[in-house]
């Protein structure tokens, strides 16, 4: 229980971080990265509300905050481990959920992909200090 409490503060807020930095980004940009970061058109086949795109992304956020939290706590050897592997396979979605897209999404490519991964490397820090200070 003490996993799934940390999971949802944790998770919650580093979540919401990565929410409002894409769409701060989207909307100072061409790069439509909060668009990738909640689309899951390739999921369903009709479109969500945001209201239900914005809860799938907190729940995946929640979802590897309990992760991250239990190796934390159980493996703490290999939790910088986790992290950064964490962060390579979030940096990589980037391509995959734009292959996926069944709308077109503007990323400008390589550009996108760099700011796309600075932000989820952002996001990792945020859940290591939350992690450390015991949420």
Do not use: Q
């Not at 959920?97 to 990792?124: A, D, K, N, P, R």
């Amino acid at each position: 229980m003490k996993y799934l409490r940390s999971g949802i503060i944790a998770g919650g807020i580093t979540g919401m971080f990565l929410l409002i930095v894409c769409a701060i980004v989207e909307y100072l940009t061409p790069l439509e990265l909060m668009s990738l970061l909640l689309n899951v058109d390739f999921l369903t086949e009709r479109d969500l509300h945001i209201s239900i795109e914005i809860a799938l992304h907190l729940a995946v956020s929640i979802a590897i905050a309990v992760l991250l939290k239990f190796i934390f706590n159980k493996f703490p050897r290999v939790y910088i481990a986790a992290l950064i592997f964490s962060w390579v396979v979030t940096s990589m979605l980037f391509y995959l959920l734009e292959y996926l897209s069944v709308i077109t999404i503007v990323l400008h490519g390589f550009t996108g992909f760099i700011v796309w991964t600075y932000i989820h490397l952002v996001y990792f820090i945020l859940m290591f200090i939350l992690h450390k200070k015991g949420i």
